[in-house]
């Protein structure tokens, strides 16, 4: 666990005073602020916490376009579920570079998909979030991102 720097957590178990940081650095970023000062009044945090945790949080998307993710998903063993994900991601303009689902056990399968993201594609969190959304689905992991 000591050699372990980076971790992948859902928004729902973020601390909020770190949703409010990401939220000032957009301010910062859109430059409808322009100091450190107006953003973390505009949010609600002091200046102490912003600068604590500036350089270390990063909403997923970036930098994800054009890049890899590897993702795990359990999902139920019925006909066409597979087919449901296979289209979402070609709605999103990415490419699938592997796949690979698990013999099914108790009518539960799980599928392992790296998806190519391009620069035309769209973002991996409105992805994710649809396929989550699709019957049979019943969680995604990420597994890994480049």
Known sequence: MDDEKYFIVKKKALPEVLLQVVEAKRLLDSERVLTVQEAVEQVGISRSSFYKYKDDILPFHEKIRGGTITLMLQMDD?????????????????????????????????????????????????????????????????????
Do not use: C, F
């Open 78 to 146: 019925e006909p066409g579920i597979l087919s449901l994900v296979i289209n979402e991601v070609a709605k999103s303009h990415a490419n699938i570079l592997t796949i690979h689902q698990s013999i099914p056990t108790g009518g539960i399968a799980s599928l392992t998909i790296s998806i190519e993201l391009l620069l035309e594609s769209e973002d991996a969190t409105v992805l994710m979030e649809r396929l989550e959304a699709l019957r049979g689905i019943h969680y995604i992991k990420i597994l890994g991102r480049e």
